[in-house]
């Protein structure tokens, strides 16, 4: 069995900062990918930034310059540092955790919200 549990979102003014939190447990040996996605009213889920097996990191062009994703691979836990964070940023932010074999999971999801 395998959990995400995510945290680190919030209520924050355009141009501020936030950072979340995801960390997995369970059954992991390895990890192909592991990072951020998010959805916001009435869009699809994308992408906003992964870490790959090989350390190549993936960012959304939307957010290049203004987030940072980093993983503590011993403890299992990514970071994303989201700087001048924008009213468009607003959205449900989801950890995503790709392993061996197809095997994904999805954290429960996080709201992220930026007044303007």
């Known amino acids: 069995q395998v959990q995400l549990v995510e945290s680190g979102g919030g209520l924050v003014q355009a141009g501020g900062s936030l950072r979340l939190s995801c960390a997995a447990s369970g059954s992991i040996f390895n990890i192909n990918a592991m990072g951020w996605y998010r959805q916001a009213p009435g869009k699809q889920r994308e992408l906003v930034a992964r870490v790959l097996s090989n350390g190549n990191i993936n960012y959304a062009d939307s957010v290049k310059g203004r987030f940072a994703i980093s993983r503590d691979n011993i403890e299992n836990t990514v970071y994303l540092q989201m700087n001048s964070l924008k009213s468009e940023d607003t959205a449900i932010y989801y950890c995503?955790?790709?392993?061996?074999?197809?095997?994904?999971?999805w954290g429960q999801g996080t709201q992220v919200t930026v007044s303007s």
């Open positions: 995503n955790l790709i392993l061996p074999r197809g095997r994904e999971y």
